[in-house]
């Protein structure tokens, strides 16, 4: 730290109580009473130097006793206990620490070039400008001090010119220079290397990042802080380093930026000299201070800190504002966050009914996200192969595919909260695109955990549900549950049945055409190439076939004994499906019959040719789900 020595004569200067003495072996003849403290000096050392304690002392000078009081000194006591031995030529240390006291207590009490040379406000400002503004610790110290001392500080400029010289060396590229943005030390020569026995060694003593004024910028208030922010934006600071800095503010000040800090330790937090020990009041303002200092953009802040800032905002009881700019930031990159970001709980008041996580700001969090998107352009359902970007250039059909997984995983999540409105999980599952899901597997798992946990829903209730549902998205996997799952609907389960047979008689026929053109292709190659392997192959082809045609025959049985039950259900209501779902289901057996005997003609030709008829495909069933091996 900088210091500058004044005066020259010994402090004899003595404190008894509340009250300081000057022992120079004359006796006091005036008396300045400055707060709770009183001083008893000498009317001719003060007189020269200062303009307005001359005024004073010739005002209350009344025969040989005078008393003065100054309540009103930048500083206090402190201030004049060191300026009164600045008047008796007492050696002074000017430093970082004192030196803006000093200078607003020398403006006060006019202590000025005209009135005496080498006066105390000379003294001051050339300490300030030649020394303190070319460090960056110095200044950041005089800055803390300038807290105390307003308006005077303000007045003589003392604080914008330090958040200056701040700026400045905040944005400096800290790569460049060893100085002012790294202090020199006793072992380290002017241009910033380490020395060893006195010789430069060429190397820096620490590799400074952008980052590093975040820890000493958040030891000012707020308003200093802001100050500095601004006046970093205006030298050219990048708005990510900016962002970083409020981040790090934001989790000094805010210990609800903690996840697992509760809502009710949040305000009763006190630790004594912590910094985060601050009232609930005063946390909700710096908090909605920090939004408004965030930029409205995407990648300002990484979406982890966004949602705890949204945290803290609920807990805090923050305005609808902040809340409403912290969801719009957070959807703007919706598709960077994660299953534990979403689960966000409800910090209202408890109730016997309400639910425990907030679906409904997940809920405007994921409109604004589409909102975007559709000022955009929106992305297409067919986005060209390759870069993974929509045809209109808006975000690409990627983002959307994983903002969809999101939503299904974090629906399966609060799928199991009894007090969870059947309006507000529909609300949020309907509310992503249908092409958004390449497989509606995911939103399928989370309807079924609804449907478990909620069983008092009525079948009406059930099938606006499971209208979110795609069946022909689902994979064979999710058919396979779904056709044996007692808690859908009837009305889904036969659909679920139908396009299970339907992929399931696509595979049949895929497997046909692959075998035929295999075929093909090995006899124009001949008849070179081992019968036995032949023999085998056509063995395991037929296995598969066989495993097959009992799998679509079990299928068929299934759906006839649904029909058969739907058509009970229907003549005892008077109404019902059975002139709905035998549509469905008339084609079932037909094609059975030509699958058979499209299968029985195969493998007549096959025994037929036999030496010519070579497949490398091996059809395997494994758990009801049919894999194709070559």
Known sequence: MACLKVGSKTDFFQCQ????????????????????????????????????????????????????????????????????????????????????????????????????????????????????????????????????????????????????????????????????????????????????????????????RPDWWYEDASSLNLPFYKRLISAMEARGVRRQVICGSLASYARRYLP????????????????????????????????????????????????????????????????????????????????????????????????????????????????????MDRATGGATASPYPGNGESVTGSPSLTRLTAVAKLVDGYLAEIAPDVNLKLMKFQSLAEAVPDYARPLDDGIYRAIDIYLKFHPWLSELEKEKLCKVIDCQKLSLEACTHAAQNNRLPLRVVVQVLFFEQLQLRTSIAGCFMVSENLDGSRQLRGNDGGWATAVRENQVLKVGMDSMRLRVLELERECLGMRQEILKLGQEKGRGWGGVVPKKLVGFKIKSQMCSAQEDSVSDQKSSAGKTVKSPLKLTSHRNNLYVEG
């Open 256 to 371: 609800g930026l903690n996840r697992r800090q509760s809502a009710g330790e949040l305000g009763h937090r006190r630790s004594s000299g912590s910094p985060a020990a601050e009232p609930v009041e005063e946390q909700r303002t710096l908090l909605e201070e920090i939004d408004r200092l965030l930029p409205i953009q995407k990648d300002a802040m990484p979406v982890k800190f966004l949602f705890s800032l949204l945290r803290t905002a609920a807990i805090l009881k923050a305005g609808p504002s902040c809340i409403s700019n912290l969801e719009t930031r957070i959807g703007m990159q919706l598709d960077r966050a994660s299953l534990e970001d979403l689960l966000m709980p409800s910090f209202s008041p408890h109730s016997a009914d309400e639910a425990l996580y907030n679906v409904d700001c997940i809920q405007r969090i994921l409109e604004h996200f589409l909102e």
């Open 17 to 208: 109580g509340q009250a300081w003495f000057c022992a120079a072996g004359l006796p006091s003849d005036v008396t300045v009473e400055v707060g709770d403290m009183s001083f008893h000096l000498h009317k001719y050392p003060l007189l020269s130097k200062s303009a307005t304690l001359g005024r004073l002392i010739e005002e209350a000078s009344q025969g040989e006793s005078c008393n003065i009081k100054l309540n009103d000194v930048p500083g206090g006591a402190r201030s004049f206990e060191m300026v009164a031995k600045f008047c008796y030529d007492v050696k002074l240390e000017l430093t970082a620490g004192n030196v803006a006291a000093l200078r607003c207590a020398a403006e006060h009490l006019e202590m000025t070039e005209d009135y005496s040379e080498n006066n105390l406000i000379l003294q001051a400002e050339c300490f300030l400008n030649q020394a303190v503004l070319h460090s960056w610790k110095d200044s950041l110290r005089v800055l803390q001090t300038c807290e105390g001392l307003l308006p005077h500080a303000e007045d003589l400029h003392v604080v914008e010119r330090c958040i200056q010289s701040l700026a400045s060396k905040a944005s400096t590229d800290p790569q460049l220079f060893g100085w002012p943005v790294m202090e020199r030390g006793p072992l380290q020569s002017p241009g910033g290397s380490i020395l060893w026995n006195g010789i430069s060694t060429g190397s820096r003593p620490r590799n400074s």
